[in-house]
């Protein structure tokens, strides 16, 4: 019998959302950033901030990264990627060339989101020139951003450029689903692959996360097991569709009774527009659940923790709405996900 491929996932960092969270009671949680493991191999999903110094305390070896998939190109999910980007080439040199690691993500919006009608004079946005880049745009732009440092290592140390070890590039939408970024940015549609190996097939399908357009979910399907990983995203059938069956959920979520303390007694328009994001973009724990009720899926384990310092018992409400197992992980958990042989 062949060996036990034993795939699991590290949950790298497990908090959600642009900010350096407080520990309180809870623990420390660092930014939002899973490894998928399979053998000795691993795939990394999002590089939210703190995901570089996890790897290095995870114990893994980042010469087995094989590919970096991104669920959407909001901070949080990947704020770590031009360290990765950077210091990871020296792990990763070896790729060089012939075998870089994809970095596989959302590609350009194609037009800017609409303007909060809240808004009483429309905001100017960033970088008109190019408003809405891609993963492979954003990649190469963060390392011409460190081209002084970047160059000196090429010339004066013969490194090799980042842009050789790594390989970004966007997914493709399927044509004729009727997505539009702004219109319709989550058709229903089935699951279609993005990347595979000898050892896991990965598809996505995509999930409703205004006003950011694409955003993904991804599915690990190995030999030995499923994880299915939401992305950010509301309660959508999509989701449900790509984790019917899967061994593991990794799904998102958010305590909106905390987003009522921070914006429900405020009258700006800001704050305002900033409550509708958060109702409109994500999970509640009981919706997390029911979505992975619905998709029949063995494992619900919660991540993206929003606010990332609530304590234990405001996640702890899954377990009573879904039959499976739950789990509640912290930074750097291993929680398995093969089936018995």
Known sequence: MAPSLAPRIVTLGTAGGPRWWAAADSGERTGIATA?????????????????RRLAQSGLD???????????????HVY???GIGIFGLYALQHRAGTDPVRIIGPGNRGELPPVSPRAVVPPAPLAPHNPTPGTREMFEALMAAHATDLNDRILDSLKPSPLDVFH???IEIPAGIGYHPNTNATPEMAPFEVYRDELVAVTAILVEH??????????????????TISGDTCFTAN?????????????????FDWVESLY?????????????????????????????????????????????HAPERVWAEAAEHFSGRFVLPRDLDVIPFGRQR
């Open 210 to 227: 205004p006003p950011i357009a694409p955003a993904f979910a991804f599915r690990f399907d190995t030999a030995e097991g499923s994880v």
């Open 36 to 52: 998928v493991v399979v053998g000795d191999a691993f795939y990394l999903v999002d590089a939210g901030q703190g995901a570089g």
């Open 264 to 308: 429900g007694d405020r009258t700006d328009e800001a704050s305002r527009a900033a409550r509708d994001h958060h109702y409109k973009s994500h999970t509640s724990v009981r919706e997390a659940a029911k979505a992975a009720e619905a998709a029949g899926a063995a494992a619900l384990a919660l991540h993206h923790l929003v606010p990332g």
């Open 239 to 255: 989701l449900v569709a790509l984790a019917q069956g899967t061994d593991l959920l990794l799904h998102e979520a958010i305590d």
């Open 80 to 82: 770590d990627l031009a």
């Open 62 to 76: 980042l010469s087995g990264m094989r590919a970096l998939f991104i669920t959407h190109l909001h901070s949080d």
């Open 168 to 170: 970004a590039e966007d």
